[in-house]
C-alpha cells in the first residue's frame, strides 16, 4: 500500500499527487474503491478524513499543506449534504472529483450536492459510490502528461474490454 493516513493535523504531510478527503470515517468502503485503483497504477495519495461542516479549519489547512507539497487534485467523498467536495474546490484551482455516497435518499442528496455547483466553481462529480471512476478520472487528468501512466490505462481499458465478450458468449449458460 502506498498511502499516507492522516491522524492528526500536526502531521499532514501529504508528498503526494492526489488528496483523498472523506467527509465521515463512516464513508471509508468508497475511500478503500479509490485507494485499491490507484494502488494499481502506482499512483501516490493521502487518505485523511475532514468535514466541511463539522471542521472547516481542518478542511482548508490539508488543502494549503498539499498545496505546498505540489498536490496535483483532490478526491472529496461524501454523503447526505455533500458541501465537503465544492468546499474543497472553493479553496483550490486544482481538479476536484466529488463521489457521492448513499447515506440517505439512495444517495441522490449527495449526487445532486456535489453535481449543482454554481458557474465558476466546478467539481466533476462521478456516480454514487463509484470511488473507482472517481481514481480513473483523477488518474486520465494526470496521465495527460505523463505517457506512461497513459500507457497503464490504455492496458487497464483493454483488460476491462476483454472481459466483455466472453460474457456475451455465455450470456445464457
Ligand atoms: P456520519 O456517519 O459521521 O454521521 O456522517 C459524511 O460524508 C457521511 O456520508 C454521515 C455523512 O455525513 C457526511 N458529511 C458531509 C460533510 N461532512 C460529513 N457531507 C460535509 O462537510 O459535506
Not at 468502503?29 to 463539522?54: C, L, N, P, Y
Amino acid at each position: 500500500m502506498s498511502y499516507i493516513v492522516i491522524k492528526h493535523i500536526e502531521e499532514v504531510n501529504t508528498i503526494s499527487d492526489v488528496v483523498i478527503i472523506l467527509g465521515s470515517k463512516s464513508d471509508r468502503e468508497i475511500a478503500k474503491k479509490v485507494v485499491k485503483v490507484f494502488d494499481e497504477f502506482g499512483i501516490k495519495h493521502t487518505v485523511t478524513v475532514a468535514s466541511a461542516h463539522r471542521t472547516p479549519a481542518r478542511v482548508a489547512k490539508i488543502i494549503d499543506d498539499a498545496h505546498k507539497d505540489g498536490v496535483k487534485a483532490f478526491i472529496a467523498i461524501a454523503g447526505l449534504a455533500a458541501h465537503l467536495p465544492g468546499v474543497v474546490a472553493s479553496h483550490t484551482t486544482k481538479p476536484v472529483v466529488g463521489v457521492p455516497v448513499n447515506a440517505a435518499l439512495d444517495g441522490m442528496d449527495a449526487l445532486l450536492s456535489i453535481a449543482q455547483m454554481p458557474s465558476g466553481i466546478p467539481v466533476a462529480c462521478v456516480g454514487i459510490g463509484r470511488g473507482d471512476n472517481a481514481a480513473i478520472l483523477v488518474a486520465q487528468i494526470m496521465a495527460v502528461e505523463n505517457d506512461e501512466l497513459r500507457e497503464k490505462l490504455e492496458n487497464h481499458r483493454r483488460d476491462f474490454s476483454k472481459k466483455v465478450e466472453p460474457d456475451s458468449e455465455t450470456l445464457f449458460d
